[in-house]
């Protein structure tokens, strides 16, 4: 079954980075883009970028433009999320979730279970 | 910027309601990619609709989706006490990406 698993939660300070990784397993990993959606305390689902694993090719949201970097590895089927110079308006569920074999499908069935970051001095 | 929803809807069970989706011609008005999430406390999002008002396996039909010009709509037809949780839309959006509603408190009285 398509299983997708995020690394556990971080707590990090104020100016740091953190990278959260999700990990395929159960489809061809190469077949779907993968994208990052984040949800602040209370607050609602805010999407922050895509990335198609076939070839790496990335898009971002303009608000997360030059913070936020996809990466993969297609030998481990893994995605990574890095977002750099946190603030405490970061602390946040991140999500990955599977999305379709092309940028603008809008069937995402299977989404990761969560990581929560935590920004704090 | 953000897709507009209704803060929240509420009605007792078996009562329909809709939520609207409000964007622009950037969005929802210029592609039929709009999604529908229903989100419980603690949980991740799980989809309802897809392409504007495909159901995907699974989900009750009860749930419908549509659309007209830039307003995209989620219809719950007879609502059940598990219905209670938070509904988000998200549509395609030029320039390659996607953008989610406020989202909408779904209350079952």
């Known amino acids: 079954q398509v299983q997708l698993v995020q690394s556990g939660a971080e707590m990090k300070k104020p100016g740091a980075s953190v990278t959260v990784s999700c990990t395929a397993s159960g489809y061809t990993f190469t077949s779907y883009y993968i994208h990052w959606v984040r949800q602040a305390p209370g607050q609602g689902l805010e999407w922050m970028g895509m990335i198609n694993p076939i070839g790496g090719d990335t898009n971002y949201a303009q608000m997360f433009q030059g913070r936020v970097t996809l990466t993969r590895d297609k030998s481990t089927k893994t995605v990574y999320m890095e977002l750099s110079s946190l603030r405490s308006a970061d602390t946040a569920v991140y999500y990955c979730?599977?999305?379709?074999?092309?940028?603008?499908?809008?069937?995402?069935?299977?989404w990761g279970q969560g990581t929560l970051v935590t920004v704090s001095s | 910027s953000a897709l507009t929803q209704p803060r929240s809807v509420s009605g007792p069970p078996g009562q329909s309601v809709t939520i609207s989706c409000t964007g622009t011609?950037?969005?929802?008005?210029?592609?039929?990619?709009v999604s529908w999430y229903q989100q419980h406390p603690g949980k991740a999002p799980k989809v309802l609709i897809y392409d504007v008002s495909k159901r995907p396996s699974g989900v009750p039909d009860r749930f419908s989706g549509s659309k007209s010009g830039s307003t995209a709509s989620l219809t719950i037809s007879g609502l059940q006490p598990e219905d209670e949780a938070d509904y988000y839309c998200c549509s395609y959006a030029a320039t390659k990406r996607f953008v989610f509603g406020t989202g909408t408190k779904v209350t079952v009285l």
């Open positions: 979730a599977r999305g379709h074999y092309y940028d603008s499908g809008s069937l995402w069935a299977y």
């Open positions: 011609n950037s969005d929802v008005g210029n592609y039929n990619y």
